[in-house]
């Protein structure tokens, strides 16, 4: 295993100190247990949006606080779910009397250490509100979910209910807001070469040179299917079909499109990826109206990449051009 | 070889294509020669600010195109100097009337042809200054340089007079600048693995599972030493010690620390450099003032980092803290 890490017990905590010494205008890291806040915590009269999941996504979620989006993210170790007394700690901190909305992927451990967190704080009478998101249309239940997993389109929940909380919605109304997005929003994932837990220190799964897994999920779990490596073309139309029928996405609809790098996968292939879904969509008379390209939802190092697609109305595209301010998007602030 | 691309003779042209549709709000990309333009070019009366270089380590220098920073990047292919035609397109296309900047990172085919071009230009009245950045420290000439490579330093010296043209400075006080920044700016890479070329098909350069190459380039030269991997600790220190060492950068010096991946190491493990970097830059009483962590210069996918710091001065801060708006860089406006 190479990695620039110094001992793999202490990796999460180790890179949490980095983020907050480059980010200390934005975040604040409370340790033990380990919470990214934003630095003007808590905004009274504000919902605080709180997400968080296993380490090893970023710049999701720590990466992700800041005016406009988080209030609170719950970095767990790699690969794995935040423990409930963190994200208790989370909903405290931020808690600023309008309520809280925390933001769950659809895994197994995560969804019942948020639950369980959201409880605890419901006894002391703090508003809590849970919304789960489950994107990815490659497997109806997984290694880790009952039920669909949650990917890329997190990043795009977050900045839009971010931002409705941001200009003053209530709790009720952000998850409203946020039913809606996951309503409309679906992924999915590719790879062509495994990433390396680093306690682990193997790759999280064999591929042949000349394989590739279609479907497969931010941790590295199995996708669809186990194919050959296609060219840019046929991985990018593999990816956006199943998307396209699964919402369904048809003529004159508007959309934002993401597409995110899991790690490994450079600039210069994701731009020429995103150019031929753009195309694509084009084709089909899907009008694309906003565009995220980057590495936003990792894998650590894994190469390969996913395309999201969430359906735009002229709310969501004014909440999605809202001003943001966190280390990973920036703009209008 | 496996990347998600369609023909490694197109994958420039074609990653361009998408670059210009992610972001047509702030570039053009004019084709044959290719350059990246920004949309509202020529912005009369400004300085141009123009850069360019081999393609490969996006988001530099396409990504940097915008208000506040590139009026025009040169792609060339991958690892390959743009030709005098491509710079001289650039330079024409851009020229608002007050000259033109070209910043130059030292390597032999660069120098030459933006010279080149720059002769052309000259010829036809157009005024236009050279500068060439050389930041480096790893190794006196080297494959294809005389003198030190120009690397991470770059990205700052084209955020700072990229603001000071955007203020209105001329083209002398712009070159003044460039001189100033590129005379406090230091930097040093790694490398864990190496990045595969498209056109070549195999790895740059063989590390053996127990190897790390330090001082590496940018294009995957070899550097001071191939050594066995070390911790976090050590590689950290293994390239601050010789940048710290040639300005010489002394307590009581203010700076910015720039960490950079080359592109396959991930956020996880650059902010766990960043921490250490911070940290022994405050026993030495050197003060970091602002940073910036991410891959901005990259190689591919290749596995590793640089670490780039420079001296500061008021006016530089605010020049650096001045609004940009650019795919990659984007604060204050």
Known sequence: MKK???DPSTVVAESLRGLELAHSDLLTVVP??????RVDAPVRGKVAVVSGGGSGHE???????????????CPGPVFTSPTPDQVQAAIERVDGGAGVLLIVKNYTGDVLNFETAAELAQAEDVEVATIVIDDDVAVK??????????????????????????????????????????????????????PTVPHVGEPSFDLGEDEMEVGIGIHGEPGRARLPVDNAEGIVARLLEPILEDLPFTEGDRVLLFTNSMGGTPLLELYLAHGIAERLLADRGIVVERRLVGPFVTSLEMQGMSLTLLRLDDELTELWDAPVRTAALRWGS
């Open 141 to 194: 239940d997984s290694l880790y979910t009952a039920g669909r997993r949650g990917v890329g389109g997190t990043v795009l929940l977050e900045k839009i209910v971010g931002a409705a909380a941001e200009r003053g919605d209530d709790l009720a109304a952000c998850v409203a807001l946020a039913e809606r997005v996951v309503a409309g929003v679906r992924s999915m994932g590719m790879a062509l070469a495994a």
């Open 32 to 37: 033990e247990p380990a919470v990214v806040v």
């Open 4 to 6: 620039i890490i110094n």
């Open 59 to 73: 710049p999701m979620h720590g990466g992700l606080v800041g005016p406009g989006m988080l209030d609170a993210a």
